[in-house]
């Protein structure tokens, strides 16, 4: 835990009292004392410090001081075909850590229907995993959670008007052109696309090409969909960064 996130409705003239796994962090793993100085967030909110006042066995006390502005947030989102319920559950905290903005879960072909009935699309689940990402990489704000069981009207009806002038790319194995080629540093905001284990059908390809989305690959290698996201996020947001 690099950033200790504080709710704004924890807060209370000023202070917090924590008395979850933070102040459990905060006495074991960092074995902080009573002046000791943190680092705190105030999700979706500006970076702080957090003055240590007391601690309990039962709670920690923190006074908060927090910067004049909040952190950018990073101009990538993921459009993702449902995966089998204990790959998402690991992805979770692993997409916030990597900064994406909107997480856009869908069905697709190959994707089972049952996978929507999993507790790990059930908020309280998945915005607890998504604040372990933002206190990891040391981030406030918190992706937001889209999930859409009709690909085709969802891309036909509504994905236009939701990303107005924005660089669409879709992961397909079969694809030659390199995702360099592809994102420039000029590109203000991505959305990228990434199937199911058994890859988009054809027919959702030519859907997507069809609204404007530029097939890319990552050369003959199969990934796994965790594996995909990773890499590819990465990349995107390294490109974003030149």
């Known amino acids: 835990m690099n950033l200790i996130i504080i709710h704004s409705d924890e807060l209370e003239q000023g ?3 924590l008395a979850d ?4 962090h905060i006495r074991s793993v960092l074995k902080a004392e009573p002046g000791q100085r943190l680092r705190i967030g105030l999700l979706n909110g500006p970076f702080g410090r957090g003055t240590i006042e007391t601690v309990l066995p039962e709670a920690v006390t923190l006074a908060c001081e927090w910067e004049a502005e909040t952190p950018p947030r990073l101009a990538i989102d993921l459009l993702l075909a449902l995966p089998r319920p204990k790959v998402m ?4 905290a692993q997409l916030a850590a990597l900064g994406v903005g909107r997480i856009i879960l869908t069905n697709a ?10 507790h790990v ?15 990891q990489a040391r981030d406030t704000h918190l992706p937001e959670v889209r999930i859409v069981k009709k690909l085709k009207p969802f891309i036909e009806d509504e994905f236009a008007a939701l990303y107005p002038n924005t660089l669409c790319l879709l992961a397909d194995p079969s694809s030659e052109k390199s995702l360099s080629v592809s994102v420039s540093s000029s590109a203000e905001h991505v959305v990228l696309a ?5 890859g988009w059908t054809p027919y959702e390809i030519d859907l997507f090409k069809k609204h404007g989305f530029k097939a890319i690959g990552m050369g003959p290698r199969i990934l796994r969909t965790d594996t995909a996201c990773i890499a590819l996020l990465s990349l995107v947001t390294e490109i974003q960064r030149r």
């Not at 796994?21 to 459990?24: F, K």
């Not at 072909?109 to 999993?118: I, L």
């Open 15 to 17: 202070r917090v009292t």
């Open 21 to 24: 796994a933070r102040a459990e």
């Open 89 to 92: 559950k690991r992805l979770w």
């Open 109 to 118: 072909e190959k994707v089972e229907r049952y996978y929507f009935d999993s």
């Open 121 to 135: 699309l059930e908020p309280d689940f998945y915005n607890a995993r998504l604040i372990e990402g933002l206190q």
């Open 194 to 198: 990434i199937g199911p284990e058994g």
